[in-house]
């Protein structure tokens, strides 16, 4: 089944340790990214990948880190996480990237629910 | 920057109605798409339509369609037939190159 996996799906921790969210796609998507949901602001890009190790920021990158060593992974790396980071995270992925006249629609994953204490 | 702006937080209809919800956008791009998301209770993102800015004719997908107004920068989502299924957050987005763009979601509620 083609699909976005995202672990783990809820995650409660402390200020300031280190902590990994991963992300993985069996559809050989080249384009990955990440974003966060928080009430009255929608979803916002915090990094994207076009393939890999290619990463560029997106709307929000403060205070977050992303590898891209292998096709199929997307990992979310948060150093020193803080309050302000409880949110719910999606990955995301598609065929490609880029603009153009081409479509490629975005398959969401499940959804990480982050509470930093 | 590029924004995504829809102005109604919250909406109703009456099952088997029909029910608008509205989006502007602003961006001074002029290729780039638009999308209607569904988020359900589940949290899942669920694509419910799209529209090219380069195709004049509104995408349709069933009971959903779009009214794309490309100069005055909107794309307002229209369900028709409206179903006890339907109720969810829906989210309008843009995407230019490769980015996209939320805006902050309309909750629909349907009355039996």
């Known amino acids: 089944e083609a699909q976005v996996t995202q672990n783990p799906r809820y995650l409660i921790t402390v200020t300031g340790k280190k902590l990994t969210v991963t992300c993985s796609q069996n559809?050989?998507?080249?384009?990955m990214s990440w974003y966060r949901q928080d009430p009255g602001l929608g979803l916002r890009q915090i990094y994207y990948?076009?393939?890999?190790?290619?990463?560029d920021k997106g709307d929000v990158p403060e205070g977050y880190k992303v590898s891209r060593k292998e096709k199929r992974n997307f990992p979310l790396i948060l150093e020193s996480p803080s309050p302000n980071q409880t949110s719910l995270y999606f990955c995301?992925?598609?065929?490609f990237g880029g603009g153009g006249l081409t479509y490629n629609e975005q398959f969401f994953g499940p959804g990480t629910r982050l509470t930093v204490l | 920057a590029q924004t995504v702006t829809q102005s109604q937080p919250e909406m109703s209809v009456q099952e088997a109605e029909t029910v608008t919800l509205s989006c502007t956008y602003d961006t001074s791009e002029s290729d780039y798409y638009l999308f209607w998301y569904k988020q359900p209770p589940s949290r899942q993102m669920i694509l419910v339509i799209r529209q090219e800015a380069y195709k004049q004719q509104n995408a349709t997908e069933n009971r959903f369609s779009v009214n794309f107004q490309k100069a005055a920068k909107s794309f307002s989502l229209k369900i028709s037939d409206s179903q006890l299924g339907d109720a969810a957050m829906y989210f309008c987005a843009y995407r230019t190159g490769n980015q996209f763009y939320f805006g902050t979601g309309t909750s629909l509620t349907v009355i039996p």
């Open positions: 995301a992925s598609s065929l």
């Open positions: 559809m050989n998507h080249e384009y």
């Open positions: 990948s076009m393939n890999v190790e290619v990463t």
